[in-house]
């Protein structure tokens, strides 16, 4: 999509207009953070944070515009904060392969974990609100089926259902309550390293984690979304050509990371990689990864947010039309 033509910059705006951007380095925004996209009118400072200050601090606060995470968002939003999103989903999570019991577990199957206690950083992280709607909607697992614990109090504004069994053990983390015992399976936003190095101990709950997300996605279309773009506010009100822009270059840079993995699989360092990408466009679809408002994405939209009311993350449950840039909507 390159509307780029038809941009009207404010004639005053001789010069670029400059934007403090912080965005994690991923492939698909690395164009725009080297400079090999560049939006129209405006120069970026980039910062790529850790991906994990996404989900613990208020970005907008501190930056022009920001990746933030999904659920703060959309709490921030009902609260009045002055932020606002763009349709540009920065992160997508196979969120069913964060759910992970102890080696020797008799768990196999959501209904294994029914009345078990379940371990994660915090109740209100992102990938744990989709996988209890997921749960709940897929696999009939309600919240209140078991007891929580978590390694921190709630922040964002955040408070847990009253109904819900949560026990608060600071200092701790996830993984160690499991190795321990304490817990019997953890939900997890990043994989505990000693998991990724292939130490023992750990497993996912699933017999097949790939073949339980690629199934929920042919079920449901949705691939679910973590990150999105924010802006202050009063920046997009008083500059609603900068959203559009950085919305196309956004967009641009996703073009650039898209036709990298379909022509040039010899640039990925992976020895299968010719035959893993041809397999991810077969599971997954060739745009799965685009941003604006396309019906797959107001689905995946919609039901983050249905989730999220019933989570009590929000009172209400908004349009998709009330939580981006008026002026993105329909870019």
């Excluded at 379940?118 to 078991?146: C, F, K, S």
Aim: hydrophobic share 40%.
């Amino acid at each position: 999509m390159d509307d780029t033509a038809n941009l009207v910059i404010p004639q005053r705006s001789k010069s670029l207009y400059p934007i403090a951007l912080a965005v994690a380095d991923y492939d698909r925004t690395r164009p725009l953070i080297d400079g090999r996209v560049k939006p129209e009118g405006i120069s970026l400072t980039t910062n790529t944070a850790w991906i994990g200050d996404f989900c613990i601090r208020p970005v907008y606060e501190e930056y022009d515009a920001a990746e933030m995470s999904f659920s703060w968002y959309v709490a921030a939003h009902s609260r009045g904060e002055p932020c606002v999103a763009l349709p540009i989903f920065l992160l997508r999570m196979p969120v069913l392969a964060y759910v992970l019991v102890r080696e020797d577990s008799p768990a196999w199957t959501i209904k294994d974990l029914m009345g078990k206690r379940i371990g994660a950083p915090g109740y209100r992280y992102t990938v744990n609100l989709w996988l209890r709607g997921i749960l709940a909607e897929h696999y009939g697992m309600q919240p209140t089926d078991v007891s929580w614990v978590t390694c921190e109090r709630e922040g964002a504004g955040y408070v847990p259902p009253k109904e819900l069994d949560i026990t608060i053990r600071e200092g701790r983390n996830p993984e160690d309550l499991l190795r321990k015992g304490e817990v019997d399976a953890i939900f997890v936003p990043q994989l505990p390293d000693s998991f990724v190095q292939g130490k023992p101990g750990l497993r996912r709950l699933f017999r097949d984690p790939q073949a339980e997300m690629r199934n929920y996605y042919r079920k449901t279309g949705i691939f679910p979304v973590t990150h999105v773009l924010v802006m202050k506010k009063e920046l997009a009100l008083r500059e609603p050509w900068i959203a559009e822009n950085l919305y196309r270059a956004f967009a641009e840079a996703q073009r650039h990371c898209d036709e990298l993995y379909r022509y040039e699989s010899k640039m990925v360092s992976l020895p299968d990689a010719v035959f893993i990408l041809e397999q991810q466009r077969q599971a997954w679809g060739e745009n799965v990864w685009s941003h604006g408002l396309t019906p797959s994405n107001r689905k995946v939209v919609e039901t983050f947010v249905r989730y999220a009311h019933a989570q009590n993350y929000i009172p209400r449950v908004p349009s998709v039309e009330e939580l981006f840039a008026p002026n993105t909507l329909a870019l």
